[in-house]
């Protein structure tokens, strides 16, 4: 599984760890993904997304018919 969100597209991000001495080292920050189950009324099922806390919020103000449409839209399937 690859660590993207599928509403945001969100990805890990790479820079560098710089310690006290100001040695540097290669790092990366993932995104905080999580795991959601959706019930999509209109086609009486559950969904299961993988969102970053962003994309949670969005998908709570928006609304999951919304957001699968969206997401159908760009070719993803769900």
Request: hydrophobic content about 35%; charged content about 30%.
């Amino acid at each position: 599984m690859s660590r993207r969100c599928e509403v945001t597209g969100a990805k890990p991000s790479f820079g560098n760890a710089v310690s006290h001495s100001h040695r540097r080292t290669r790092r990366r920050w993932n995104p905080n993904l999580q795991r959601h189950r959706y019930w999509l009324p209109s086609e009486r099922r559950w969904i299961r997304l993988t969102l970053t806390a962003k994309a949670l919020r969005t998908v709570d103000r928006q609304g999951v018919e919304m957001v699968v449409a969206h997401l159908r839209s760009r070719g993803v399937r769900v």
